[in-house]
């Protein structure tokens, strides 16, 4: 009889552990939650259902690469196996694993970012924003810059402030 298979959608709740056995095969274990969404159509909304825990477990290159890339907190797509169900927790013993890009960007060893990785993806433009360039000339400050200079801005710019500034001047 084969164990039912499982896709789950998840956070990572704990941090990874990894231990070797006497042979030197490695297995790492942590605790992952699920909280199920439902759509509900008289709120036209989708509402959170209780959630589940898991406890998952991954053995040899899986659990070394799990180990190393993941962290409390890390959404993650798991496909495995269900070993056991005890005491309203779920053990899964991991075939696949993969990070979620819902929230976050990934990168690979093999695909490691080029300068254009991290830049923002931009919406396409609006009537208004076509406005604004209509009204702006070249050379001009942006309109952020006159609005803040306009509200009593005269102190220095903090660094954390001036790192995310969209004008960075020098390093």
């Known amino acids: 009889m084969s164990m039912p298979t499982a ?11 990894i231990r070797f056995t006497e042979s030197g095969l490695a297995v790492c274990q942590f605790r992952l939650t699920e909280v199920p969404r439902k759509w509900d159509p008289s709120q ?50 991991i075939d696949d694993l993969g990070l979620s890009l819902r929230n976050r960007i990934a990168y690979t060893e093999a695909g490691l970012p080029g300068p254009a990785a991290a830049a923002p993806v931009n919406r396409p433009p609006t009537e208004q924003d076509a406005a604004k360039r209509a009204t702006s000339r070249p050379g001009n400050p942006p309109s952020w810059w006159e609005e803040r200079q306009s509200s009593g801005w005269s102190e220095p710019v903090s660094s954390t402030a001036a790192d995310a500034s969209p004008l960075r001047v020098g390093n």
């Open 7 to 17: 896709h789950v959608f998840g956070t990572v709740a704990s941090n990874v552990e």
């Open 44 to 93: 036209q909304r989708r509402l959170a259902s209780p959630l589940i825990p898991y406890v998952c477990t991954a053995w040899d290159d899986l659990a070394r690469n799990a180990t190393e890339s993941l962290v409390n907190g890390s959404a993650v797509l798991i496909h495995g196996r269900i070993t056991e169900i005890k005491d309203n927790t779920i053990r899964l013993s």
